[in-house]
Each structure stands twice: as C-alpha cells, then as structure tokens.
C-alpha cells in the first residue's frame, strides 16, 4: 500500500476529509448560530445588521461543505454512498433547509411590508436550527452505527429511524454550540443596544450547551459500548479529551473578560477537539455496523484505488494553500463592525 509521510494514502484522506468537514463545522457554525439567535432580537434594525454580519462571509463558508461532500465522494465513494442511502431523509431536509436559508436572507429586505419581513425571519431562523440540528443529528447516528449487512446495504427503516434520544441529544448538543459561537462572533461585530442584547444572550447560551454537553457525554460514556476502549488501549489519546475540555471552560473565563476575539478562538477549538475525538473513538471506521463488525465501512474496503487517492493528494497540496490564502484574504477584508448602506441585505 502507498504511503505519504508514514501514513498510507486512505488513513491520509481520512485526515483530509475530517479537516474538510471541521472547517466547515466551525466556520459555518457561526453563520447557523448567529441565525439561530435571529428572533431573540426584537427590532428590525437588529435583525438586519445580525444578518450582514455574516452577509460576506456565509456563501463562502459553504464553500468547505462543496469540497468536503466532493473530497468524501472521490476518496471514499462506498461511505458516500452507504451513508447517503442510510441518512437519506435527514439529508434531504438538510438541503431544503440550505435553499430556504439562502432564500431568507436575499428576500427578507427586499419588500418593506411587515409580514413579509416576519415570514422570512420566521423561515431564517428555523431553517438555521433545524440544520445545526440535523448535522448533529446525522453525527449522532454515525456514532451508535448503522443496521449494514452484506455488501453494505442498509437494513434499517428509512424515514423517523435516524432520530434516536442520543441522535437527538446531540443534535440539540450541535445547535447550543453553534449558538454560542454564533453569538461571539456577532458580538465581534456588532455594537450599542445589540451588543449589550448578545451579551445577555450569549450567557444563556453557554448555560444551554454546558448543560446539554454535560448530559450527552454522560450518555455517550454510559450507553455506547466500546467508546473509551481507545483510549484505554493508548493512554496518550486522553490527550484528546483534556483539550476538549480545557477548551470548553476557557470560553466562559474569556466572555467573562470581553476578550470575544480569543473566546471564538477557543469555541472553534472546542469543536476541533470533539470532532478529533469522534475520529479517534472511530478509526479506520467510517461507519460502524451494529449488525456485525464485519460489515463496517472502513477507510480500507471503501477508499477509490491508490492511483486515484494519489492524483487527489496532489490536488489537496496544490488546493490548500489556495483555499487558506482566499479565506485569509475575505475575512480580513470584512474584519470590523458591521455598517448598513444600499447595498445591504
């Protein structure tokens, strides 16, 4: 088997692939928070500058799901496909609820009519939860396993199956989270009345992801067999979870000393951490089989052929500084707070 640096070439596009999707997490993740708080503000004015505080920023984000959908579909086609006919629902709600979104903040300022603008803040802001909701959802079902048999085909039901009380745990897990990254990044760029309104919001915010964290990862350690034997194997993997953990208490400390800046930092690094710990609990599989382990999805039994993970890595090299130095480019461009003129939303 090819290798790259010590690892073989599957073992790096899982890595690649993971990178892919934490991007995305964190980065979106505060496009669906800063949504998800839209009708806790009362005014339209509020409202408007919550909005065009990710206006710049939201469609590139989507950008890292693109790569990472493609990334997965080339380097692990069988997953793709497996998870796809498993989550197929979910799925399908998810990409309703990103053209809704989309749709919401193009039209909402559009009409000056009153009920025109409360639809689609209606529309915004439950479209923003149900995602986030749903991306955990989808995480949480890829934790407990899929009913795979021969040739990994699903055996499970296909509409209500994928909400479990753990799926739903975490997916209300994933929006707390998301609301809290997406009400400091909105304190980052906002100022006055609202600034003062996400200040008390935010801390109800951390309350609700501190509590649901606390209760899913105490079902997470009870419920799901196997989850600590990793870790219990590599005592060094524990490095992991004391990050994971350092991380979530340091955000408090630092909303606390209105350093906004760093605590954003230290919530993105809270999702890097427990997304490193769900690739850790998981590998070399994707999808776990509660039929029989046999039947799992492995980075092994559903990668593409070594030539073709090769040609890709030679894309990623060439791709990822690219992608780095645009990002670094728009969000430095639109650092600062927001101010409305004609051609805001």
Sequence with gaps: ?????????????????????????????????????????????????????????????????????????????????????AMYVPFMLFLMLLVLRSSAIKFR??????????????????SNVLIAFLLGVVLGNILQGFELGENYSHKGGVFFNFLSPYAIMLGLTTVALFMTQGAIFLLLKTEGRLHARLTFLLKKGMIFFIISFAVTSLYTLTFLPGVTDKFKENPVLFIFPVLAFLAVAN?????????????????????????????????????????????????????????????MLIIVVIGAPLLAGYFLFLYKTFHGKVKLDDTSY
């Excluded at 505080?53 to 799901?65: C, E, F, R, S, T």
Aim: glycine letters at 8%.
């Design 109 to 126: 300022s559009s009409e000056e009519m009153l009920w025109w603008r409360k639809t689609w803040d209606i529309i915004y802001f439950t």
């Design 251 to 311: 955000v408090p400390r630092l909303v606390s000393k209105k350093k906004y800046a760093h605590a954003l930092v230290f919530s993105s690094l809270t999702m890097s951490f427990l997304l490193m710990l769900v690739a850790v609990q998981l590998y070399p599989v994707l999808l776990p089989s509660t039929i029989d382990p046999k039947y799992s999805v492995t980075i092994y039994n559903a990668a593409s052929s070594q030539k073709s993970l090769g040609n």
């Design 1 to 85: 088997m090819e290798t790259f640096l010590g690892l073989d070439y599957p073992t790096i596009w899982y890595l690649v692939v993971g990178l892919l999707f934490s991007g995305y997490a964190i980065l979106e993740g505060f496009d669906y928070g800063a949504g998800a708080w839209h009708l806790f503000f009362r005014k339209d004015l509020s409202r408007r500058i919550a909005i065009n505080a990710i206006g710049p920023l939201w469609d590139a984000n989507q950008v890292w799901l693109v790569i990472g959908g493609g990334a997965l579909f080339a380097g692990f086609p069988v997953m793709y496909a497996t998870m796809l006919s």
